[in-house]
């Protein structure tokens, strides 16, 4: 004996309640989401490219700054070495050849992560960018002889992580406090 007193028939009722229910919102011109589930993959490919072709329309009028917003949120939705790219060209139409500079570094380690041949112009690309905007900045190499756990370094009032010490550090030109 089934001790369900639900209709042998529900399940069949459900799916015809939800074919008509989608036939409704199919006639009368409205759009049907379905739940992802929770740390489901979004696709944003879509309104990325929207958005940097419009960030590329500023970019082209020579609206560095204008653009540079516009690269960042494409880039936010679909990351690419390819958007990363105008970024850090919108840096330095803006004059921010320090953080050119960081992100031509950037995107050089991103496409070596990716090891994808379809990003090597836009790696070969910022590092004839970086290169040239290398010589609009200074470039600090410090290091530290016998650090102690407790040793610290601070260049231009900005903590240097460990990993970075005796690497070459972009800086504005001109004087910057180094404190070990």
């Not at 958005?51 to 970019?59: I, M, S």
């Not at 231009?156 to 504005?172: H, K, N, V, Y």
Request: aromatic share 8%; proline share 8%; with cysteine.
């Amino acid at each position: 004996m089934n001790s369900n007193p639900r209709p042998v028939f529900a399940p069949r009722l459900r799916t015809a309640i939800l074919a008509l229910g989608l036939v409704t919102a199919q006639v009368a011109g409205t759009t049907v989401a379905f739940a992802q589930p929770k740390g489901a993959p979004v696709d944003n490919t879509k309104k990325a490219l929207e958005v940097f072709k419009k960030a590329q329309a500023l970019y082209k009028a020579g609206k560095y700054a204008e653009a540079l917003p516009l690269f960042r949120e494409s880039y936010g939705l679909t990351p690419s070495p390819n958007s990363q790219i105008y970024i850090a060209r919108c840096l330095a139409g803006t004059g921010d050849h320090v953080g050119a500079y960081l992100e031509y570094n950037a995107i050089i380690a991103d496409v070596d992560r990716r090891n994808d041949p379809k990003y090597q112009p836009a790696r070969d690309s910022a590092v004839t960018e970086r290169d040239e905007s290398a010589a609009k900045i200074a470039l600090l190499t410090v290091e530290v002889r016998n650090p102690t756990g407790e040793t610290r370094l601070s260049i231009g009032g900005r903590d240097i992580p460990r990993e970075s010490w005796s690497q070459a550090l972009p800086f504005a030109p001109g004087p910057v406090d180094v404190t070990v």
